[in-house]
């Protein structure tokens, strides 16, 4: 069991940074794949950014390549994601979720369904 706790959400002007931290709890957190979703009022929730267990993998959404960036620290149980230039669209309840080691984690990645635990959300807004 994975409990995980997101922090960082906020109101920034358009262009400026904001850090979203994940925190989770348990003794295996390096033993799985950390992905970042958001979710706008009346939308899907879509894919932002994902990275394997150990880090040296990491995938983006077209919409945020190159301008965020997903990063872990496996020795405090975090996982971040740097938001920079932000844009009005970015606005948004952005959570975090974890999968346990998967064999086509390349395949699977960005797919909510595969995620077996999620935080509660916190919120961004981007204001124009």
């Known amino acids: 069991q994975v409990q995980l706790v997101e922090s960082g959400g906020g109101l920034v002007q358009a262009g400026g940074s904001l850090r979203l931290s994940c925190a989770a709890s348990g003794r295996t957190f390096s033993s799985y794949g950390m992905g970042w979703f958001r979710q706008a009022p009346g939308k899907e929730r879509e894919f932002v950014a994902a990275?394997?267990?150990?880090?040296?993998?990491?995938y983006y959404a077209d919409s945020v390549k190159g301008r965020f960036i997903i990063s872990r620290d496996n020795a405090k149980n975090t996982v971040y994601l740097q938001m920079n230039s932000l844009k009005p669209e970015d606005t948004a309840v952005y959570y975090c979720a974890a999968m346990n080691a998967h064999p086509q984690w390349r395949v699977v990645r960005d797919i909510p369904s595969e995620y077996e635990y999620w935080g509660q959300g916190t919120q961004v807004t981007v204001s124009s």
């Open positions: 990275i394997s267990w150990i880090g040296g993998n990491t």
